[in-house]
C-alpha cells in the first residue's frame, strides 16, 4: 500500500522540478548516513535497485560522491519518466536508467548495490545479488520502521541464512521518514555458497 502510494506520488511529481527538490530532500540525510556508513568514493560503480520514477537516491549519490549509477527498475512507465528527468537535469553521462530486474541481474562490474525499501521480494533480491556480486562489494539494503513492516516485502536479517558476509546496522533517528535502519552487507571472502 505504501509502495503504491509512493510510487503514484513520484509518477506525479516526476516532471516538475520544484516537487522533485521536496522528494530529494526527504532522502537527503537517508542517502548521506548511506554514503557514510558504505564508504561511497567517486571511483565505485553504484547499482540502484528500484530506482522509481523520481531515483533520488541515484541522483543524491552522484552528486554527493561523483559515482557512476545504474538504476534499474521493472516498471516501465516509472522508468520513462525517471529517464525525462535524468535528462532535464543533463545528468545522462553520470546515471544510466534501465529495465532491469533485481532478481536476475548479475552484479559483478558493481562495487555497491543499493536496495530500495519498494523492491519485492527482497529475500530473493539480496540471495541473487550475493550470488553475483565481487567479494568485497557492499549492499545497501533499508529497512523499514517496525510498525511499517507489514507494508514492504519483509526481509529479516537471522532467516537471510548468510554467513560468508559482515554485516553492519545503522540505525535512523528521523521519525519523519519509513525507514528504521540500514543494513549494510559486505561479501566477505570464505567458503562460496549459494544463498
Known sequence: MIASITKN??????????????????????????????????????????????PCTAILINKLTNAKVKVIDVDLKALRKAENLI??????????????????????????????????????IIRNVLNTC???????????????????SDVKKEKLGIDNVNIVTESFSSKFNTMKEVLLIEKAEGIEREY
Open 87 to 124: 535528462k532535464k537535469l543533463n545528468l545522462e553521462k553520470e546515471i544510466d536508467i534501465e529495465y532491469g530486474n533485481g532478481n536476475s541481474i548479475d552484479c559483478k562490474k558493481f562495487d555497491i548495490i543499493h536496495i530500495a525499501l519498494q523492491v519485492h521480494p527482497r529475500e530473493k
Open 9 to 54: 506520488i513520484e509518477y506525479q511529481f516526476s516532471g516538475f522540478g520544484i516537487l522533485v527538490k521536496i522528494i530529494e530532500r526527504y532522502y537527503q540525510n537517508i542517502v548521506k548516513n548511506e554514503i557514510r556508513v558504505s564508504g561511497i568514493k567517486s571511483s565505485d560503480r553504484v547499482l540502484c535497485i528500484g530506482g522509481g520514477s523520481v
Open 134 to 152: 565481487k567479494y568485497g562489494n557492499k549492499v545497501i539494503v533499508r529497512m523499514p520502521k517496525d510498525c511499517l513492516k507489514g507494508f514492504y
